[in-house]
């Protein structure tokens, strides 16, 4: 069985492929936050160490500091899979 992070891990990469393919390469190093509800990161603790992320819950909402089409790109699937 695959869990949550497996499966934002997936789609992530799948919208990392189709940015690459779409877009101009994003500013090497340039890393970014952004302020997702902390309920759309219940179980991706997992992603941190496989993205270079930060997350910082703060009650409702979670910071997440990482490399910016990275995060783009979480924001993008997450935003997905509750929707």
Sequence with gaps: ???VAD???AMLHG???HAAQRRRPGRPG???TAVLP???LSGLRDLRA???LSVDTR???ALVSGPA???EGLVAVTGMARG
């Design 30 to 32: 340039a890393r970014v």
């Design 50 to 52: 496989r993205w270079d």
């Design 1 to 3: 069985m695959i869990d």
């Design 69 to 71: 089409r990275v995060v």
């Design 59 to 61: 009650g409702a909402i």
């Design 7 to 9: 499966q934002i891990d």
């Design 38 to 40: 902390s309920s759309a």
């Design 15 to 17: 919208w990392l492929e």
